[in-house]
């Protein structure tokens, strides 16, 4: 007689905590962790630990996370009212979730379920050498940095992200800042210092903090993203997250590579990937080269 093959630690831990986040999405209360822990078999602190290292959250930011898209879900379909959205996705007081509602949605939730409505975002599109740009810009700061070889299909993307937004051409102003921009673009390894209007899950925004972190000219792959945010079995999380960056260079997510030193995809274009990073490189050797003044 064979004896069956248990299944080893790390896959026994990702079935538990898969079946923890189904729980998690199905209950109309987001279970503490206690139960949580109870349900897999672990302590609290065990599970605790489990859990954050295979999805990047702990139980309760999941949690939230959860309930903060189901709440947009709601919203943009603009069948309930602000109120049953945020019931509905359990939240059990209203001052709950406005706690983070403007970091969340990026925008009154009235707004957001009118698709944008009374949001006013200015823009502009210019040329650089690597094509078309587009900049655009809310009350919080530059919400997209847009890279292409199509300025109508820029402006599409835009629309479709703000379908009710008021969007406004820059004036003389904004055309600095797009300036500015486009000299990020022209030499990536000097940045920028611009308020940036970031939207995302509180997973993405770690990502991104991270990839801030890597000096221009140098890369981490999207594994060392991951161990550099304490989640390291959350390596195609990761470059999820790179690929819904909407802002271009500001966020460098062009910095991250295989582990293998290839390029992968970007959403701008892989080519844009190796030009940017090509010309950080050039920068640096030009400026250790030049004689001190």
């Known amino acids: 007689m064979t004896k069956r093959a248990l299944p080893s630690t790390p896959n026994k831990h990702a079935a538990l ?56 879900t709601s919203l943009a379909r603009g069948s309930s009212s602000v109120t049953e959205a945020i019931f509905d996705a359990g939240f059990n007081a209203n001052s709950r979730f406005y706690e983070y509602a403007d970091a969340m949605l990026g925008m009154k939730p009235t707004q957001y379920r009118a698709g944008g409505v009374d949001a006013r975002i200015e823009f ?16 919080r700061g530059v919400c997209a940095i847009s890279l292409g070889d199509d300025a109508d299909l820029l402006l599409r993307e835009l629309q479709d992200r703000f379908p009710r937004a008021e969007l406004v051409g820059g004036d003389t102003g904004f055309e600095r800042l797009v300036a500015q921009v486009v000299g990020m673009i022209e030499q990536p390894n000097l940045g920028i210092d611009l308020p940036l ?47 819904s960056n909407t802002l271009a260079v500001a966020i460098p997510c062009h910095r991250v590579v295989r582990s293998d030193g290839a390029l992968s995809g970007y959403r701008w274009g892989v080519e844009r990937k190796r030009e940017l990073l090509l010309r950080e490189n050039e920068s640096l050797s030009s400026s250790s080269q030049r004689p001190p003044g």
């Open 124 to 139: 502009a599109i210019g040329e650089s050498s690597m094509g078309a740009i587009l900049v655009a810009r809310s009350q």
């Open 197 to 243: 209007d970031v939207r995302g899950t509180a997973f993405q925004q770690r990502v991104w903090q991270a990839l801030g972190q890597i000096p221009p000219g140098q890369t981490a792959s999207y594994a060392q993203i991951a161990q550099r945010i304490g989640s390291p079995t959350s390596v195609r999380a990761v470059a999820q997250a790179c690929a």
């Open 17 to 72: 905590v898969a079946q923890a986040c189904r729980r998690i999405e199905a209950a109309e209360q987001p279970p503490s962790l206690d139960d949580l822990a109870r349900q897999a078999g672990l302590s609290p602190f065990h599970f605790h630990r489990v859990f954050k290292a295979a999805t990047g959250l702990t139980p309760k930011a999941y949690a939230d996370a959860h309930r903060a898209n189901a709440v947009r």
